[in-house]
């Protein structure tokens, strides 16, 4: 009787660790350095089919988009690419923009003033460290 508990408990443990990993969402970490709206909006194109592609399986994406050096101007108030960004923020709540504060400092030095971002665009303080940080939590790199 004994024996069967066990092995009715070891076969729940495996079921629900499996069951977890198989409801774990897959992690794409998106690299732009470049001040080019083409290839921010090949990122954003690449950003969409991943999370078009998994929803048609029925799996979760989490995707994290990261500009830093002159990829951060794709992040400015007013950027050519911000009403797309702003729109894609608002369909997938999964979808995040990360902005490199090191890069945000450096333009704020040289321009001497304060530098606006659209609210989508969160701050961290090293976008090279935050990619460093999505591929050691499992996240695969992508540079347009």
């Not at 988009?65 to 050519?80: C, D, K, Q, R, T």
């Not at 969160?122 to 976008?127: C, E, R």
């Amino acid at each position: 009787m004994k024996l069967r508990m066990l092995a009715a408990a070891l076969a729940a443990l495996v079921l629900s660790v499996v069951g977890a990993q198989a409801s774990d969402p897959h992690k794409l970490a998106i690299h732009v350095d470049q001040n080019d709206p083409a290839v921010m909006n090949m990122a954003l194109n690449n950003a969409q089919n991943v999370k078009a592609y998994y929803a048609e399986k029925g799996e979760p994406v989490d995707i994290e988009i990261v500009a830093y050096g002159p990829g951060l101007n794709m992040y400015v108030a007013e950027s050519p690419v911000k009403d797309r960004i702003s729109a894609m923020a608002l369909e997938n709540p999964e979808m995040h923009f990360s902005a490199c504060g090191n890069t945000l400092a450096g333009m704020k030095k040289k321009t001497g003033h304060d530098v606006a971002l659209m609210s989508e665009a969160k701050v961290v303080p090293s976008g090279v460290v935050r990619l460093m940080e999505l591929q050691s939590e499992g996240y695969s790199y992508v540079r347009p």
